[in-house]
Every structure is written in C-alpha cells, then in structure tokens.
C-alpha cells in the first residue's frame, strides 16, 4: 500500500508544480503520455521481478531489448506479411538469451550478476559488431501497437495489462510461483523439499527474456525500426531492479509482489512527464534517475537491517 500512495503523492505533486507553472498535467493526452512511458519498463520490470523473487538478478535485460527490437524490424523488413514471423523471432531471441543466462548460472554456478552481465556484454558486441544505426523497418500494421488507443487508452497498455495478468496468476495460483518464493526465500530447504532450484532459475530467465523481448517489440513499433541503442539508452536493467526495489521486493529473493513494481514504473513514469513538461535537461533527468537508483538500494538496505533487528 505505501508505495501506492507514494504514487498519489508524486502524481499530485507533479500537477501542483505543472500547474502552477501554467501547464496542464491531467489531461488526456498527458494521462496517455504517462501510460506510454509505464509499457517498456513496465514489461520489463515484470520478467526482474520474477528473476528477483526467485533470489536471482538479470543485468542482460537492456540488450535484450535492443536485440529483440532489431530482430523483429528485420525480419518484418517493412511487410505486414511477415508480421507474425517478426514477433516470432523477436521473442525467440529474447527466450534464447534467458536460456543463456540461466544455463551459466544454474550449470556453470557462476553468480547472477557477473552471469548475466557477461551475457549482456556478449550480445552488445554482437550488436556493435552487426549494425551501427538504425535497421529494417516495421510496417505501419504493426506500429498500431505503439500509437493507436482503444476508447482512449493505449493499445500498448492491454499488452502490459495481458502480461502482468499472466505473471500474476502464474506467481499467485501454480505451483510454479509457489516454487519460485520457497527457492528465493531458501534454495537449499526448498531442495530438500523436492523442488529442484535449477529449474525454477533457468525459467525464471527464460521469462525475463520474454518479458524484455516484448518490451523490445513495443519500442520497435513506437520507432518505426530498431536500433542498437534502443535498450541500454533506457536503462533498463538498472532501472527495473530499482522499480523492483522501490516497489517492496527483496534483493535476496522470496519476498514481494508483483503489483508494487509496477506502481514504481508509475512513479518514474511521472517524473519524466514532469520533466518533459519543463524540458529538463537529459542531465538532470539521469542525475534524478540515479538519485531515485541510489534511494531504492538504500530503502533495501533499511528494510533488510530493520528485518533482522
């Protein structure tokens, strides 16, 4: 709940000051603004939170996106007809690279962070080595995902909406999400319980590699092309474990909800309205991004200690 109304609070705060500078900050176009900016972070965000609460981490998720998104604009190559096939590929690239992730951290024991940071260093110099600008093109179809609204709300939104939705029952109703709390809260009791670690890891990170796929796919359809750049230019990796953080999961594993990350998407989402508005320098929005970074690990690191007192 606190989270929820610290998103009341930005959000109001954010139309006092834009308001009182002259502006407009809850209209419908702004709202859908607001909405927009939730969909890529917020995909990938979910696919974190998943391999955060299974007590893992995946820094590779910004090259995913990046990946996903150039696959899918060349392979669409501008064709409505090869729509599907783009979506295909798009999200089998982004499977793939969670596949990668979790066979290095569950086969070779390498740790999550230095694991899925070398497989993100990977498909950057796969990337640079492949395309140095933008590169195939979407088909107008397609780009109905990143612009069109249904009775005013964002196409892109249903997508998230579907994808939470999916994610949430998963966590809250299988057996499987009942796995993924027992081995982050404990690996080893959850071993011995009859749950086998490894398979929950590897799936998680094939999950996460969807979700950022998808979030890849939506950036795609927004730019009309893809390029290198897409993914780490918006911080994904760093900013969906804050997003995680801030929203009430715990670093280590076994603690947390879906829904509280996604509140802090919102909040993010709000302050770059706020600074679009004011047409902020890009310095400052990313000296704020690194304060709000900084802020979540510090809130991680209260809670953690306040936990054990």
């Not at 909405?35 to 995913?64: K, P």
Request: proline residues 3%; hydrophobic residues 55%.
């Amino acid at each position: 709940m606190p989270i929820w109304v610290t998103l009341l609070g930005v959000f109001a705060v954010g139309w006092l000051v834009v308001g009182v500078n002259g502006g407009s900050f809850g209209t419908v176009t702004n709202l859908q603004n607001i909405a927009q900016r939730c969909v890529a972070l917020g995909l990938v965000t979910v696919g974190q939170a998943l391999v955060v609460l299974a007590g893992s981490l995946d820094l590779s998720v910004a090259y995913i996106v990046s990946v996903s998104a150039m696959v899918a604009s060349v392979t669409m190559a501008g064709d409505p007809g090869r729509v599907p096939l783009g979506i295909a590929a798009a999200l089998g690239a982004g499977a793939l690279a969670g596949l990668a992730n979790g066979l290095v951290i569950t086969r070779l024991r390498v740790n999550a962070f230095i694991a899925t940071l070398g497989i993100g260093m990977i498909l950057r110099g796969g990337l640079n080595a492949t395309f140095d600008n933008f590169a195939g093109k979407i088909p107008d179809e397609f780009q109905t995902l990143g612009y069109d609204a249904v009775a005013g709300v964002p196409v892109s939104l249903f997508l998230l909406a579907a994808v939470v939705a999916a994610a949430w029952y998963l966590m809250h109703r299988t057996r499987f999400g009942y796995h993924v709390y027992a081995v982050g809260g404990d690996a080893e009791a959850a071993r011995l319980s009859g749950v086998r670690p490894w398979q929950v890891l590897l799936t998680v990170h094939v999950l996460s590699g969807l979700c950022a796929a998808a979030s890849g796919l939506f950036l795609a359809s927004r730019l009309g092309s893809a390029a290198p750049w897409v993914g780490p230019d918006g911080g994904y990796d760093l900013e969906s474990i804050a997003a995680v953080v801030l929203g009430g999961t715990a670093l280590a594993g076994g603690k947390g909800r879906l829904l509280g990350p996604l509140a802090a998407v919102a909040i993010l989402a709000v302050v770059d309205a706020v600074f679009n508005f004011f047409q902020a320098d890009p310095f400052l929005r990313t000296l704020v991004r690194g304060v709000i970074i900084v802020g979540a690990v510090a809130l991680y690191t209260f809670r953690a200690d306040r936990d054990r007192t």
